[in-house]
């Protein structure tokens, strides 16, 4: 069996507990945590936090940890610090935004992301565009509910996802993704309300990567992901990023 490393660049525990239990209830892989990761925030909805989440800075301690796992897994939607790991690490990295939509365009021609706060809408956009597939995407909606609160009822979530999902089939959606790692173990029962395809990121990117390293796959070194020359970095993260 493979293990996989799963980060979690939050500090919400109960977000934390939510995406173990949904694992456990897959039986995914257990999830491994590091303490020795020195910064993480309580949600990402912004750039600056996905900018300072410990994905992003790649410490050498991050790259020593890595090496004991058959992959890795960004479990953020936004998917902080995904090309940097690809280029340092040996086993395949998947984030989670970027496996979802990857497994949406095989179920339906077009997919419509379901996020928190209405500020999350552009910068979905603009990933989604970054990917390569805005003529597959139908539209962002919004629960208009925090990344916190998403964790506070759970009903209360289900019910603003699956409005936020008839809004999103309304534009033309066949398939819905989960917009944030807080709404995992949600999607049948928004499934159920909306009667198609829902997608739970972090289930999904466990089972992709767990895939691709039972393949022998990883990523390719022949161009994007090209592991960069050694070089000493300063300050917060010493060491090199070499393999």
Known sequence: MNTILVLNPNTSEAMTETSQNQQSKQHLPKQKQSSRIQ???RNHSNHIT???????RCSKRLLIIGEKFDGVVIACYGDPGLYPLKEVFDVPVVGVAEASLATATLLGHRFSILVALPRAIPMMENM??????SNRLASVESTNLSVLELEEDKDETVDALSRAGERAKDAGAEVLILGCSGMAGLQKRV??????????PVENAVKMVGL????????????????????????????DLSR
């Open 191 to 200: 499934a159920e309300r909306t009667a198609v395809p829902v997608i739970d």
């Open 50 to 56: 996905s900018t300072i989440s410990p994905p992003s």
């Open 39 to 41: 910064i993480s925030v």
């Open 128 to 133: 989604v565009h970054w990917y390569g597939l």
């Open 212 to 239: 691709l390293a039972e393949q022998g796959l990883v990523q390719s070194e022949a161009g994007l992901y090209q592991t960069p020359p050694k070089k000493d970095i300063r300050g917060d993260m010493p060491g």
